[in-house]
């Protein structure tokens, strides 16, 4: 018999400038997704959660999803193959939004290793720079964004465990 563990998130070893990684799956975001979104984070202009506003008064002519939405889903996307293990996120810049996303649209994303350093001050870890991006369902860039993670060396990381024994399966 043999137990598999799911990689979640990577050690700073497994990192290489120009590798691409291409998160799966993909999710539609409903207009129950983006008015949950605006309500929660309270920002809810009519561009968003008034379909009468967005049709009659905004050149798209219809909702557009909240870009906050967009940037969590692609960060979301992105976290089991960048940051599941990482100690912090360190900092995003460059954010950018460069098409609407709307109701119905499916946000799939990709990931792309720019740089990686050892740490400065800790020996233990490094800083991994990515960039991301979000397309949408006909592979239209919407959103663009930059950061850095700082994540454990292989040999100094904490171990994975359970807060239980593997009897469960005898």
């Known amino acids: 018999m043999s137990t598999f563990d799911r990689p979640f998130g990577r050690y700073f070893e497994d990192f290489e400038p120009g590798d691409v990684y291409k998160h799966w799956p993909g999710k539609t975001i409903t207009e129950h997704d983006d008015h ?3 309500m929660t984070t309270m ?18 002519g219809r909702n557009v999803v909240v870009g906050n939405l967009v940037y969590s889903v692609v960060l979301g996307m992105s976290v089991p193959d ?29 990931t792309r290793v720019v740089e990686k350093r050892e740490s400065s001050t800790r020996d233990d870890r490094g800083i991994v720079t990515v960039e ?8 239209e860039e919407v959103c663009y964004f930059k950061r850095k993670v ?7 990381a904490p171990q994975r465990r359970r807060p239980y024994d593997d009897a469960g399966w005898d």
Not at 102 to 107: A, L, N, R, S
Not at 133 to 139: D, E, I, S, V
Not at 150 to 156: D, E, G, H, S
């Open 36 to 38: 949950r979104f605006c």
């Open 43 to 60: 920002n809810h202009p009519p561009l968003h959660t008034n379909a009468w506003f967005a049709e009659n008064e905004t050149v798209q």
């Open 82 to 110: 960048i940051s599941g293990s990482c100690i912090a996120n360190l900092e995003v810049s460059e954010l950018r939004h460069s098409k609407p996303t709307f109701h119905g649209d499916t946000i799939y994303a990709e």
């Open 132 to 139: 991301s991006k979000g397309f949408n369902q006909r592979g």
């Open 150 to 156: 700082m994540v454990w060396k292989r040999a100094a």
